[in-house]
């Protein structure tokens, strides 16, 4: 039985970071939703054009389109060993069908909460730059790059900005988030599955947290 890693927590919590140290390292593919709507909403389609509208309002894509994009994109082969779900599920719709989806998949929801107080999230978003070539994340208050605007990694790269990171369009997402998401925190606690990580430490710190969770996990199932 292989795992379905789900990354719980608000924006700006550090799913994303988390996500693509766990694909390096795990060697499981992350599947960030708002990283496949990103490359969705540059398309030219009518539902492009929706999707991008609904990103830049803060607001939640419909639910069925969601599950269909993640049904999609689990069945491929590189997630047979298991796959880190980032962003994803963020309602109680999705959360039902993610558990049919295990099921069917004969895969087990491993839930992580990275839990980070309200005040640290707005800088985290607003704060937050990356690297148009290697995704690497920057921060201007808590991990600013070498040099201003471009990445340490990747000289040649101007660093871009999520369009909605902006201080109004974070507030809105820090809303929805508390609405629509927090929920589902207590929806997987009350089945005992619910960790949680403190979110408020460096990045490798939060990892390792995080790696002893998975890896305590793996003694339970069969693989
Ligand atoms: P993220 O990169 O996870 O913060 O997602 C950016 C935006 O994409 C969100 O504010 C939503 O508009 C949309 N989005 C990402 N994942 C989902 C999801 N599971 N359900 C609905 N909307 C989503």
């Given at each position: 039985?292989?795992?379905?890693?789900?990354?719980?927590?608000?924006?700006?919590?550090?799913?994303?970071?988390?996500?693509?140290?766990?694909?390096?390292?795990?060697?499981?593919?992350?599947?960030?939703?708002?990283?496949?709507?990103?490359?969705?909403?540059?398309?030219?389609?009518?539902?492009?054009?929706?999707?991008?509208?609904?990103?830049?309002?803060g607001?939640?894509?419909?639910?069925?389109?969601?599950?269909?994009?993640?049904?999609?994109?689990?069945?491929?082969?590189?997630?047979?060993?298991?796959?880190?779900?980032?962003?994803?599920?963020?309602?109680?719709?999705?959360?039902?069908?993610?558990?049919?989806?295990?099921?069917?998949?004969?895969?087990?929801?491993?839930?992580?909460?990275?839990?980070?107080?309200?005040?640290?999230?707005?800088?985290?978003?607003?704060?937050?730059?990356?690297?148009?070539?290697?995704?690497?994340?920057?921060?201007?208050?808590?991990?600013?790059?070498?040099?201003?605007?471009?990445?340490?990694?990747?000289?040649?790269?101007?660093?871009?900005?999520?369009?909605?990171?902006?201080?109004?369009k974070?507030k809105i997402r820090?809303e929805t988030?508390?609405?629509?998401?927090?929920?589902?925190?207590?929806?997987?606690?009350?089945?005992?599955?619910?960790?949680?990580?403190?979110?408020?430490?460096?990045?490798?710190?939060?990892?390792?947290?995080?790696?002893?969770?998975?890896?305590?996990?793996?003694?339970?199932?069969?693989?």
């Amino acid at each position: 039985m292989s795992k379905i890693i789900v990354l719980m927590g608000a924006p700006g919590a550090g799913k994303g970071t988390q996500a693509r140290l766990l694909q390096e390292r795990q060697n499981i593919p992350q599947i960030s939703t708002g990283d496949i709507l990103r490359v969705m909403k540059e398309e030219r389609t009518p539902l492009a054009e929706e999707v991008k509208s609904i990103m830049n309002s803060g607001q939640l894509v419909p639910d069925a389109l969601m599950i269909s994009v993640v049904r999609e994109r689990t069945s491929r082969e590189d997630c047979k060993n298991g796959y880190i779900l980032d962003g994803f599920p963020r309602t109680a719709g999705q959360a039902a069908m993610l558990e049919k989806l295990a099921d069917e998949q004969g895969n087990r929801i491993l839930p992580i909460s990275i839990d980070v107080p309200f005040e640290v999230l707005e800088k985290r978003m607003t704060g937050r730059w990356s690297c148009p070539v290697c995704g690497e994340i920057y921060n201007i208050y808590f991990k600013p790059p070498k040099f201003d605007n471009v990445c340490d990694l990747h000289p040649e790269a101007q660093l871009s900005r999520r369009s909605d990171d902006t201080s109004e369009k974070a507030k809105i997402r820090l809303e929805t988030y508390e609405r629509e998401t927090r929920p589902l925190l207590d929806y997987y606690a009350a089945s005992n599955r619910l960790q949680s990580v403190d979110g408020t430490r460096d990045p490798e710190a939060i990892y390792a947290e995080i790696e002893k969770i998975v890896n305590s996990e793996k003694g339970k199932v069969k693989s």
